[in-house]
C-alpha cells in the first residue's frame, strides 16, 4: 500500500449530538473520542482505509459544537496516516493512525 498524497476534509459536530448534554454544562465541548470519530469517518469515506488503530492522540483545544473542523490528512508511512485538525485557526487535535484495506 502507497501512502496516499495528503487531503484535507471538514467536519463539525452537530450541538444535538447525543454526547454534548452535561459535557459541559453552560460550555458544552465536543468530546475528545467523538472528534476522533469524525476523523476515522472522512478517512474512511474518502476510501484510504479503516483505521485499526489509534497510534497517538494529542488534544490541544477545545472544539465547541458547530464549530467547523478542517482535518488534514498525510500518509506517513504504507498502512499509515497522519491527521491534523484545526478550528478557529487553532490546532485542536493531531495523531497518527495505523490502516488497515480499504472496505476492511
Known amino acids: 500500500m502507497i501512502a496516499p498524497a495528503p ?3 471538514r467536519f463539525a459536530v ?13 460550555r458544552p465541548v465536543v468530546p475528545g473520542v ?23 492522540a494529542k488534544f490541544t483545544a477545545p472544539v465547541a459544537p458547530e ?9 506517513t508511512a504504507p498502512g499509515r ?5 484545526h478550528c478557529r485557526g487553532a490546532l485542536a487535535l493531531s495523531g497518527e493512525a495505523a490502516l488497515g484495506s480499504p472496505g476492511a
Open 14 to 26: 452537530p450541538a444535538s449530538h447525543p454526547s454534548l448534554p452535561g459535557h459541559f454544562p453552560g
Open 67 to 75: 464549530e467547523v473542523v478542517e482535518v488534514e490528512f498525510r500518509g
Open 34 to 56: 467523538v472528534l476522533l470519530d469524525a476523523v476515522f469517518a472522512a478517512l474512511a469515506e474518502e476510501g484510504h482505509g479503516t483505521a485499526t488503530q489509534l497510534l497517538r
Open 81 to 85: 496516516v497522519a491527521f491534523q485538525c
Open 7 to 9: 487531503w484535507r476534509r
